[in-house]
């Protein structure tokens, strides 16, 4: 049978083991505001009861048991909703990315308002109107020069603007990879770090936290799969082990980032294209054209077609608002993005107004009757699309030039009508004929509607923005769903915390009380016993 001191060792694993419950309730309670903390809880087990089996064991009637112990400190967490929420966050840093992307080209295309292209073009239009109406009025003649002047203003601050912004989505591209490699390193560290400790029987908690909310905010970024691997598994079978992190493509390819087994890691880098050479001047807008992936073993790096990259995340969403290529090694003919399009857009709109408006115009003549010759066009001829809306140049000073009348006639307004007519509508005037009486045509056809482009333009414009702005709704309405699901199971419950307090303060007194009774008992049987006949 255990002797009475043997309660006190039972007292004592009791008091023990839930002052260690109490402190694990204190660092619940300090961490309730902690940004990624999972709450954590004590897991009890009994100690080895007495007597053990063998054939000299006592005739008692049964195992007693001799108390409580900690076996470990858990914490409470949910592999699956994790695994939940870092597949529904990349959608979202997708779709949020995009969202940003397309609000400010809305924000520098600016439609409708006063002072977007379309009100612009249609003050240049009323301009040209007045000159029809008066065509011999050299003040008529001089605000249309004026307004043409703010046509060209604006085609150059859209392409300023719209440029300015895509340099800025390009360093944000920068930026996600820059942060990508300093994620990867640090949770290759933790990984270190943990196996180190779980290898003597210990559970990190707080490390895998830190952990966990790194490969969250990787997450977000590119699309991921993460592995446990339980290097430990002797030690402590329930630890979490470290980490193997692979990036996930469109076709299911998985590339290593951050290897858990040899705890190494890869590093990432962006490559561009369409950049002219050291002294050459550009003849396209450079574009991302691949994603290189190290191999953290050591082996042949990994060259990612974009065309084939997993179209999720922040870091995607950047590179396709800046432009890519779509298929690795073709050139940026093939390229394309929400800034890079609206680029190529500007620049084509002013390249081919320019050219049939100094066409249409080289077709009439002067206020002193003389041929608007190919020199002295309306504009400056652009030879390139490329670079158009901001090459757009007012090639007249003097008003009497500008090409109101049609041949052998000063004083009518047919050219002046067709020059409208041709803003108005996109359709080349009756008069609009080159020297062997044919219509005049670009590349495009007879006629460039640029108010038809612009409308196009900014509905294109509307749609894409409206469906941004819906899916980055609907995906944050899914993370937020599934943030709250973890947070249901890791989150620190203060009321549920002050409960455990409570529990637990009154197991530790009742522990203590044990001990003050087994005191009394031997108090008892050491001086109260053996006096009879003194």
């Known amino acids: 049978m255990l002797s009475t001191f043997a309660n006190l060792e039972t007292a004592k694993r009791g008091m023990m083991t839930h002052q260690l419950a109490l ?105 040209i109107q007045d000159v029809t109406t008066r065509p011999s009025d050299l003040s008529a003649r001089q605000v249309m020069l004026e307004r043409a002047k703010g046509l060209k203003e604006t085609f150059a601050f859209m392409s300023t603007q719209t440029t300015t912004a895509r340099e800025e989505i390009g360093l944000q591209a920068d930026v996600h990879v820059e942060t990508i490699n300093t994620l990867l390193e640090s949770i290759n560290t933790l990984n270190q770090q943990i196996m180190e400790l779980e290898v003597v029987g210990y559970k990190p908690n707080d490390l895998y936290d830190e952990r966990d909310n790194l490969v969250d905010q990787l997450s977000s970024i590119v699309p991921i799969e993460v592995e446990r691997n339980n290097i430990a598994e002797k030690q402590n079978p329930t630890a979490d082990g470290t980490y193997t992190i692979s990036l996930v493509q469109n076709d299911g390819t998985k590339f290593t980032l951050v290897d858990g087994k040899t705890m190494k890691y890869a590093e990432v880098s962006l490559q561009k294209g369409g950049q002219p050479a050291a002294g050459a001047a550009a003849t396209e807008y450079d574009y991302f054209q691949s994603i290189t992936v190290t191999d953290p073993n050591g082996g042949q790096n990994n060259v990612l077609d974009l065309e084939n990259f997993n179209k999720r995340g922040g870091l995607f969403a950047s590179i396709e608002a800046y432009g890519y290529v779509n298929q690795q090694g073709q050139n940026g ?202």
């Open 23 to 127: 402190n694990t309730t204190g660092h619940n309670i300090s961490n309730a505001s902690t940004e990624g903390y999972t709450r954590q809880r004590v897991n009890f087990t009994t100690t080895i009861p007495w007597p053990a089996i063998g054939v000299n064991r006592p005739q008692i009637p049964g195992q007693l048991g001799t108390g409580v112990k900690a076996g470990t400190i858990d914490r409470i967490r949910d592999f699956y909703l994790d695994a939940q929420l870092r597949n529904k966050t990349p959608d979202f840093g997708y779709w949020d990315t995009r969202a940003t992307a397309l609000a400010r080209v809305e924000d520098i295309v600016n439609e409708p308002s006063d002072a977007g292209l379309s009100k612009v073009l249609n003050s240049f239009w009323e301009s």
């Open 333 to 534: 003919t093939n390229a394309s993005g929400v800034f890079y399009d609206k680029l190529k857009k500007l620049d084509e709109m002013a390249f081919h107004f320019v050219r049939e408006f100094n066409a249409i115009h080289a077709n009439g003549i002067d206020l002193d009757g003389n041929q608007a010759a190919a020199d002295n066009s309306f504009f400056n001829d652009i030879q390139n699309e490329f670079g158009a809306a901001q090459a757009v140049e007012i090639a007249l000073t003097d008003p009497r030039a500008v090409a109101v009348a049609t041949k052998n006639s000063t004083g009518n307004n047919e050219n002046a009508k067709a020059l409208a007519d041709f803003i108005l509508s996109g359709n080349v005037g009756k008069s609009s004929i080159d020297a062997n009486g044919n219509p005049i045509t670009t590349n495009d056809g007879p006629g460039y509607h640029l108010k038809s482009e612009i409308e196009s333009l900014v509905s294109q414009l509307g749609v894409d923005a409206q469906e941004a702005n819906r899916m980055a709704y609907n995906t944050l309405v899914l993370v937020n769903t599934a943030t709250n699901n973890r947070l249901s199971v890791t989150g620190v419950l203060l009321d549920e915390e002050f409960v455990d307090l409570v529990r637990f303060q009154h197991a530790y007194n009742g522990n203590a009380r044990m001990i003050t009774v087994v005191d009394e008992i031997l108090d008892k049987i050491i001086n109260g016993m053996g006096v009879v006949g003194r």
